[in-house]
C-alpha cells in the first residue's frame, strides 16, 4: 500500500477520526484555559483579578510596577472655567467684547454673546512662570508641582452624563466609579478602613450623586464608602444601651449563620461583600473615630488648611481636604474629594457659573484654594506625594464668550483643563493647549478615557487588559477607548 492509499484508509477508519477528533478537541480545550489562565506566551487578554469573597480588600499585584500606590481625586463639581483660572489667553484679553470668529449661534442655554476676558488678573507664578489667576493664588503658588493638561475633552455638554464619564468613563448610569476600578484591581494596604472613601463638599453632593462611587455591575465590595469630616459613618458606633459583651457575641453568632448560608450559595457575591463589610464596621468603630479626631493634629497644620475659618464652608472644606490626608497616610488606597454640590441651585454652590460667574466665583475661589493648596502642601512635606498621585478634575470647561444678556460662561466641552501632580508626573509642566481664545482643543487634544488609562497606568494597570465580565461583555473603565498620556509621565 502506498502513501497515498495509506493516508486515506486512516481518514476512513472510523476509530481513527473519533481518536484524532478527541485529541483537536482537547488541544483546543487545553489552549482556552491557557489562555484563561493567562499562561499563553505573549499574552495580551483581558485581566480579572482574583478575588477571594471572604476578603475582598487584600492586597493584589499590580500588571508592572507601578510609580503610585495611592490616589486622590479633587472633583470641583459645576464645570470650573479654566480661562478664569489655568487656562491664559492673551488674545481673549485683547478681543475683549468683540464678537469670536465663527463662534456657535447657539450655545447650551441659548444664544452667544461676545468674547470676555477672564474675570481675575493673571500673572506669572513659581520658577517655571505659569501664568495664574488670582482667583486661585494659593494654588497658583504650587504650579511648579502641577502637570497641566490643557486640552482636555468631554462627550458631554450636560452636566449628569459629564460628571458619570469623569468619574465611571461612561456619561449612561450604571458604571463603575474609577475607585471601584481601581480597588477591584488592587486591594488595599489598609484592613481597618475602607479601600475606597468619597468626600462630599459640606453644602451635600454633585449632580449624579453616588454614581460618582457606585459599584454598578463589579462586586458591591467595591463600592465607595461616603463620608467627610463633618458627616462621620453612619451607624457606626454601638447603642448606648448594648453591652459590649453582647455586642461582640451578636457579631459571632451572625457571621456564624452567614458563614453557613455561604457555604449553601458560593459564589454570591452580595452577601459575601455584605460579611465583609459588617467585619469592616467592627474594624472602623475605632479606626474611623481615630481617623476623623484632629486633636493629634498641629496648629500649624491645621492653620495650613483653613480649619477654624470663619468662612464655616471654607472651614468645612479645609476639614475634608485633613482628613483625606489622614485617610491616605493610613493606606486607604483611592480617596475622591468634592468641592461644589447642587442641592442649593445652579451656580449658588458649586462653579456653574451661568448667569453672575464674577460674584459666585468669588465666593467658591476661597473656599477651594487654601483647603486644596494646604493638602497638596502637606502632602509633600511629609513625604507621601512620592507615592501618591493628585487628580484635579472638573465635568468640562467653559465658553470664551458670555451667554447674550447674562454675566455667565456656558458649557463647553471642547477643550479645558485639568492639572495631576505627585507620582510619576512631571513637575511645573504643561501639556496640549486650547485655540487662541480657549473654546477648543487644538494641540495634543485629550480624552477622559486617556486621562483614566493614564492613572491605570500610573497605578502599575494595563487599561486595556483590566476588565470584568458582564452580560457578554468584557468591560472597561475606557470602554474600547483611551490611550497613556506618555507625554507627561515623568
Not at 24 to 42: C, F, M, P, T, Y
Request: proline share 6%; hydrophobic share 40%.
Amino acid at each position: 500500500m502506498n502513501a497515498a492509499s495509506a493516508t486515506a484508509s486512516l481518514m476512513l477508519d472510523r476509530r481513527a477520526f473519533l481518536g484524532e477528533s478527541a485529541t483537536g478537541l482537547a488541544g483546543i480545550a487545553l489552549a482556552s484555559l491557557l489562555s484563561r489562565d493567562r499562561l499563553l506566551a505573549a499574552d495580551t487578554g483581558p485581566v480579572r483579578p482574583a478575588i477571594d469573597a471572604a476578603r475582598p480588600y487584600a492586597p493584589r499585584q499590580p500588571h508592572f510596577a507601578p510609580k503610585a500606590k495611592q490616589v486622590v481625586v479633587i472633583f470641583c463639581s459645576g464645570a470650573l472655567s479654566h480661562l478664569d483660572t489655568f487656562d491664559y489667553k492673551p488674545e481673549l484679553v485683547r478681543r475683549h467684547d468683540m464678537p469670536m470668529p465663527n463662534a456657535p449661534e447657539i450655545t447650551f442655554q441659548g444664544a452667544n454673546g461676545n468674547l470676555v476676558k477672564p474675570l481675575w488678573g493673571f500673572k506669572p507664578r513659581g520658577q517655571s512662570g505659569k501664568m495664574t489667576s488670582d482667583l486661585l493664588p494659593q494654588l497658583g503658588e504650587l504650579t511648579d508641582e502641577m502637570c497641566f493638561i490643557h486640552s482636555m475633552t468631554a462627550r458631554s455638554n450636560t452636566h449628569g452624563p459629564a460628571e458619570n464619564q469623569m468619574s465611571t468613563g461612561y456619561v449612561l448610569d450604571g458604571f463603575p466609579g474609577m475607585g471601584c476600578w481601581v480597588t477591584y484591581a488592587l486591594g488595599s494596604e489598609c484592613q481597618n478602613l475602607p479601600a475606597f472613601v468619597a468626600i462630599p463638599d459640606p453644602r451635600g453632593v454633585p449632580q449624579v450623586g453616588p454614581n460618582h462611587w457606585n459599584s454598578a455591575f463589579l462586586p458591591a465590595a467595591f463600592q465607595g464608602t461616603p463620608f467627610g469630616a463633618d458627616r462621620p459613618i453612619a451607624h457606626l458606633a454601638r447603642p448606648a444601651q448594648i453591652p459590649e459583651g453582647t455586642d461582640v457575641a451578636t457579631q459571632r453568632f451572625l457571621r456564624t449563620l452567614n458563614e453557613r448560608h455561604l457555604e449553601r450559595n458560593a459564589g454570591d457575591t452580595e452577601l459575601a461583600a455584605r460579611i465583609a463589610s459588617y467585619e469592616m464596621a467592627a474594624r472602623m468603630q475605632i479606626a474611623a473615630a481615630r481617623v476623623g479626631d484632629f486633636s493629634d493634629e498641629t496648629k500649624e497644620t491645621l492653620d495650613l488648611y483653613g480649619v477654624h475659618d470663619a468662612n464655616r464652608l471654607k472651614g468645612g472644606f479645609a476639614r475634608n481636604c485633613l482628613l483625606a490626608r489622614r485617610l491616605l497616610e493610613r493606606g486607604v488606597r483611592f480617596v475622591q474629594l468634592f468641592n461644589g454640590a447642587y442641592a442649593m441651585g445652579e451656580g449658588v454652590g458649586n462653579w456653574d457659573g451661568h448667569k453672575s460667574l464674577q460674584s459666585q466665583y468669588s465666593i467658591h475661589g476661597p473656599i477651594l484654594d487654601q483647603p486644596a493648596a494646604g493638602l497638596l502642601r502637606d502632602l509633600k512635606r511629609r513625604g507621601m506625594l512620592e507615592q501618591t498621585l493628585v487628580v484635579f478634575v472638573t465635568e468640562f470647561g467653559r465658553m470664551p464668550t458670555f451667554q447674550r444678556g447674562a454675566s455667565g460662561r456656558d458649557h463647553n466641552p471642547s477643550g479645558f483643563t485639568v492639572w495631576l501632580a505627585g507620582a510619576g508626573v512631571k513637575r511645573g509642566f504643561s501639556y496640549g493647549e486650547t485655540d487662541e481664545f480657549g473654546y477648543r482643543a487644538v494641540r495634543d487634544a485629550a480624552t477622559i478615557y486617556d486621562l483614566h488609562a493614564t492613572i491605570l497606568h500610573l497605578l502599575g494597570l494595563d487599561h486595556e487588559r483590566l476588565s470584568f465580565y458582564h452580560n457578554g461583555i468584557e468591560r472597561r473603565l475606557t470602554d474600547v477607548h483611551g490611550h497613556v498620556i506618555r507625554g507627561i509621565l515623568s
